[in-house]
């Protein structure tokens, strides 16, 4: 019968710590919304800042970003990302992406980034920059003839009444 001493105990356990010295460091990302909010709409710029951080030297990869809906629409975007040399004790790089919101529906997206074998995720919400309201911007009872609605305003765009000359009675 073999028996388990204190000293190979505690060189299975030192074995085990040179082990996990001798693996590389594992890569960290973060994204970083620069604007410091979640909600953008339909009519802006949605700037990201994606953070590749590690105690060793990163290699030269590619960066995934994937942009899912809640109504189960997808996008992915691939990215190549230089090789972050070991400064000061850890290897440190941000990447600047930007989103148009133009292209993208209103709705809650979840944002996946995966680089460097570490993956992050963030939620943004989509509005829509449309004007929503009911106020119609139309003069109903207004002087046109024919049936024809004048618009409000100047040039239509609801800033006066349309100014009529005085005639002569």
């Not at 975007?77 to 070991?86: M, W």
């Not at 004790?89 to 993208?104: I, V």
């Amino acid at each position: 019968m073999h028996r388990i001493t204190p000293l190979a105990v505690a060189l299975a356990w030192a074995a085990f710590g040179l082990v996990d010295a001798a693996r590389p460091a594992s890569a960290q990302v973060r994204i970083l919304l620069p604007l410091n909010r979640k909600a953008y709409q339909t009519n802006e710029w949605i700037d990201l800042a994606v953070v590749r951080s590690s105690a060793a030297s990163l290699p030269a990869s590619n960066l995934a970003l994937t942009l899912v809906g809640e109504d189960g629409g997808k996008l992915t975007f691939g990215f190549p990302v230089g090789a972050v040399a070991l400064e000061g004790g850890d290897a440190r790089a941000t990447e600047h992406l930007h989103l148009n919101g133009r292209l993208l529906r209103p709705g809650n997206y979840a944002i996946e980034v995966a680089v460097d074998e570490a993956t992050a995720t963030t939620a943004i919400e989509i509005y829509s920059h449309i004007r929503q309201s009911s106020f119609k911007l139309v003069d109903w009872a207004s002087h046109a003839k024919d049936a024809e609605q004048a618009v409000l305003g100047e040039k239509g765009h609801g800033l006066q009444r349309p100014v009529r000359p005085l005639t002569a009675a």
